[in-house]
């Protein structure tokens, strides 16, 4: 089945870290842009990063450029997000989807993962 | 990077047609024919709907469609059904490999 799973989610203090996971599966991830979209809790969405196929493209909303690094390992069929710094605000449910330039939008989603940032 | 604005809530009647907007700027939906819209129901994730403006995606009813004037783009929903019931999300490009989403739409099936 086609489908993106991500993980690493959890409680974390603020000012601390935190490393997302998304495993990709059947379909052939190093041909995609992938993205991060995230959700605080009754909030709209708000796209936080993506990604090109090889890596060497990255970009980032304004709220989180210099905290937050967008990742992938083709090998792996996984992207990542390293969230450093955590604020309140960050405090959402952070999706994995597909989709970014080129292909300009995003067609599958995975289920989320939550990340809580609270003391 | 401020989000697209659209109306808090739309409702219908089963069988009847609304239209929800989602009004931006020329640095955003007024520059990009590359609008995309998605259906959230609660607990889950968001499902694409329509993509560049006005395309479905395969086994996407044809009962919604979408369109753009302007700074302005619009999803309508016809022949309105229960399980229409739902959250939706406009999405814009909006230059230099970013997007921005808007502020969601709670459509009503009265």
């Known amino acids: 089945e086609v489908q993106l799973v991500e993980s690493g989610g959890g409680l974390v203090q603020p000012g601390g870290s935190l490393r997302l996971s998304c495993a990709a599966s059947e379909f052939t991830f190093s041909s995609y842009w992938m993205s991060w979209v995230r959700q605080a809790p009754g909030k709209g969405l708000e796209w936080v990063a993506n990604i090109n196929q090889d890596g060497s493209e990255k970009y980032y909303v304004d709220s989180v450029k210099g905290r937050f690094t967008i990742s992938r390992d083709n090998a792996k069929n996984s992207l990542y997000l390293q969230m450093n710094s955590l604020r309140a605000e960050d405090t959402a449910v952070y999706y994995c989807?597909?989709?970014?330039?080129?292909?300009?939008?995003?067609?599958?989603w995975g289920r989320g993962t939550l990340v809580t940032v609270s003391s | 990077q401020s989000a697209l604005t659209q109306p808090a809530s739309v409702s219908g009647s089963p069988g009847q047609s609304i239209t929800i907007s989602c009004t931006g700027t020329s640095s955003d939906v007024g520059s990009y024919n590359l609008v995309s819209w998605y259906q959230q129901r609660p607990g889950k994730a968001p499902k694409l709907m329509i993509y560049e403006g006005s395309k479905r995606p395969s086994g996407v009813s044809n009962r919604f469609s979408g369109s753009k004037s302007g700074n302005t783009a619009s999803l309508t929903i016809s022949g309105l059904q229960a399980e229409d019931e739902a959250d939706y999300y406009c999405?814009?490009?909006?230059?230099?490999?970013?997007?921005?989403f808007g502020t969601g739409t709670k459509v009503t099936v009265l």
């Open positions: 989807a597909r989709g970014g330039v080129g292909v300009w939008y995003f067609d599958l």
């Open positions: 999405c814009s490009y909006a230059g230099s490999s970013t997007y921005v």
